[in-house]
């Protein structure tokens, strides 16, 4: 992606997994911690989102899980579940 601000459209046409690298890899650079830590925060929603109700449950109830599904957020029902998540982060601090 280029230094410019990303528009939703053109990253709505990528995939899941590249959304979550994309954003993980932004916020790595800008040091944003808020993010990370909203991403853990809407993993387990995500998750229920996938009908995965047990696993939601366990991620809500263990925190360090979370950390572990961080590395998983961007493969699968999960990273689909969690595109406008991405797509949200992306189009406003990409460029800034």
């Known amino acids: 992606m280029t230094p410019e601000r990303a528009n939703a459209?053109?990253?709505?046409?990528l995939?899941?997994?590249?959304?979550?690298?994309?954003?993980?890899?932004?916020?790595k650079d800008r040091n944003?911690?808020?993010?990370?830590?909203?991403?853990?925060?809407?993993?387990?929603?995500a998750v229920a989102a996938t009908g995965q109700f047990d696993r939601a449950e366990f991620d809500l109830l263990h925190?360090?899980?979370?950390?572990?599904?961080?590395t998983h957020a961007g493969q699968g029902e999960?990273?689909?579940?969690?595109?406008p998540f991405y797509i949200d982060y992306l189009t406003q601090h990409s460029g800034s």
Do not use: C, Y
């Not at 459209?9 to 046409?13: F, G, K, Y």
């Not at 993010?35 to 809407?42: D, K, M, N, P, Q």
């Open 9 to 13: 459209d053109e990253l709505s046409t």
């Open 15 to 27: 995939s899941s997994k590249q959304l979550h690298d994309q954003a993980v890899d932004l916020a």
């Open 32 to 45: 944003d911690i808020a993010f990370v830590w909203e991403l853990l925060r809407a993993i387990p929603a």
């Open 63 to 70: 925190g360090l899980s979370l950390l572990q599904e961080l």
């Open 78 to 83: 999960v990273a689909n579940a969690l595109r």
